[in-house]
């Protein structure tokens, strides 16, 4: 019997299905980066998947090391340029959280971060808790987190399932990305979330 569809369902059928254009027999889909799919284009997230088995971590293994301050005025402003600034940015992340949180897709965000914590791991045994939790959380189709992933990546998920690695979400994490840098990031620069934090900076720098 059909099941009726929950506010969660609803929302995830409105979302947009990311992927590239058709692949070519016999011919691998090249690596590229978030907003290219012709694999021409020189950012950090193409350069990263070039490197193949010599490096399997993305552009955004220095947040770590990036030190955790208030952003100046210039910083905020740099976000409108940049989705990449805001993602290393952990207040930058914040309030892009916050936003994500007022359009019930805050999941996007969290599955992104948690794939980030889990290619930090090297333990086998953290490994494999960890890739459970991720697609308990956010792929399994009876969570209310779940994401939006097409259908080849899920596939591709259920098989690293058996044997679980540290990257097995790099794929799904990198079409998440996508979608946050295509979907959610223009509708943020416009929102109350990122302007008013602008407007705060200004009059801070304006007072001083």
């Known amino acids: 019997m059909p099941r009726s569809l929950s506010g969660v369902d609803m929302r995830k059928r409105q979302q947009p299905h990311i992927e590239g254009p ?5 011919h691998p889909r090249p690596n590229n980066c978030c907003m290219c799919w012709c694999g021409c284009c020189k950012c950090l997230w193409n350069e990263d ?10 552009k955004m293994d220095s947040i770590e ?13 740099a976000w409108a340029r940049s989705f990449e600034l805001v993602m290393r940015s952990s207040e930058g992340r914040e309030i892009f959280r916050e936003f994500l949180r007022s359009e019930y897709s805050e999941e996007n965000l969290l599955f992104w971060l948690a794939c980030e914590e889990l290619k930090k791991e090297t333990d086998p045994t953290a490994i494999d808790e960890k890739a459970r939790i991720i697609y308990e959380d956010y792929v399994s189709i009876l969570s209310p987190k779940e994401v939006s992933l097409d259908s080849r990546v899920r596939e591709g998920i259920n098989l690293s399932l058996a044997e679980p690695n540290n990257v097995m979400y790099e794929e799904a994490q990198l079409q998440i990305y996508t979608l946050m840098h295509r979907d959610s990031y ?9 302007r008013d934090l602008l407007d705060s900076k200004r009059s801070s720098c304006l007072d001083t």
């Open 65 to 77: 090391a990036t030190e955790e301050q208030q952003p100046t005025l210039d910083e905020v402003v």
């Open 186 to 194: 223009p509708r943020f620069l416009n929102s109350s979330v990122y």
């Open 22 to 26: 058709p692949q070519a027999p016999g």
């Open 49 to 58: 998947h070039m490197e193949g088995s010599e490096r399997t971590c993305t």
